[in-house]
T-cell receptor
Framework: NAGVTQTPKFQVLKTGQSMTLQCAQD?????MYWYRQDPGMGLRLIYY???????DKGEVPNGYNVSRLNKREFSLRLESAAPSQTSVYFC?????????????FGPGTRLTVL | GQSLEQPSEVTAVEGAIVQINCTYQ??????LSWYQQHDGGAPTFLSY??LDGLEETGRFSSFLSRSDSYGYLLLQELQMKDSASYFC????????????WGAGTKLIIKP
């Protein structure tokens, strides 16, 4: 079991460029999440998908879009990157055991926007 | 609103016991979770308290008191590998899937 995987691990963008962060999980979890973590801060939820076919906004959704491609995959898109989006992005998933309180995280994508 | 407060940094000695506190302001929540994050790594789940009282998992224990709006993570027999940041998080009852996170406590362990 790979758990939660994310690609890419690192990315540098110029202001205005777009990109998609990929996330996949092999734990048969229903729910998936995208967070951002800024230095010295906790995690902030960008979007989540409670189950396949549904997505909802979290705390900081502006400037992002998501797609729940299937049960395994949940992608995050930055349409026009801004320096304020420089952050570490984590994807997570949760299943029925432990529910949303027990989340499993991917290794993260370190994004720098110049 | 909902918020959680943790000390930004705690220092302890290898082999000792340390307690990391978490106080919260939320109208209602399901339970209190704790996660560990090593520098450059991803958060990993440590423990969850749905009910008041102490939950023990090996060297780690977590406590919740809803009446005091307070919880803590207790780490015993500290090892150098326990040097990490520790986050508390709650899931509010008005948001089924969203965890609200504290800013994290950096635990520094000295030999």
């Amino acid at each position: 079991n790979a758990g939660v995987t994310q690609t890419p691990k690192f990315q540098v963008l110029k202001t205005g460029q777009s990109m998609t962060l990929q996330c996949a999980q092999d734990m048969n979890h229903n729910s998936m999440y995208w967070y951002r973590q800024d230095p010295g801060m906790g995690l902030r939820l960008i979007y989540y998908s409670a189950s396949e076919g549904t997505t909802d906004k979290g705390e900081v959704p502006n400037g992002y879009n998501v797609s729940r491609l299937n049960k395994r995959e949940f992608s995050l898109r930055l349409e026009s990157a801004a320096p304020s989006q420089t952050s570490v992005y984590f994807c997570a998933s949760s299943g029925t055991s432990g529910g949303a309180d027990t989340q499993y995280f991917g290794p993260g994508t370190r994004l720098t926007v110049l | 609103g909902q918020s959680l407060e943790q000390p930004s940094e705690v220092t302890a000695v290898e082999g000792a016991i340390v307690q990391i506190n978490c106080t919260y302001q939320t109208s209602g929540f399901y339970g209190l979770s704790w996660y560990q994050q090593h520098d450059g790594g991803a958060p990993t789940f440590l423990s969850y308290n749905a009910l008041d009282g102490l939950e023990e998992t090996g060297r780690f224990s977590s406590f919740l008191s809803r009446s005091d709006s307070y919880g803590y993570l207790l780490l015993q027999e500290l090892q150098m590998k326990d040097s990490a940041s520790y986050f508390c998080a709650v899931r509010a009852t008005d948001s089924n899937y969203q965890l609200i996170w504290g800013a994290g406590t950096k635990l520094i362990i000295k030999p």
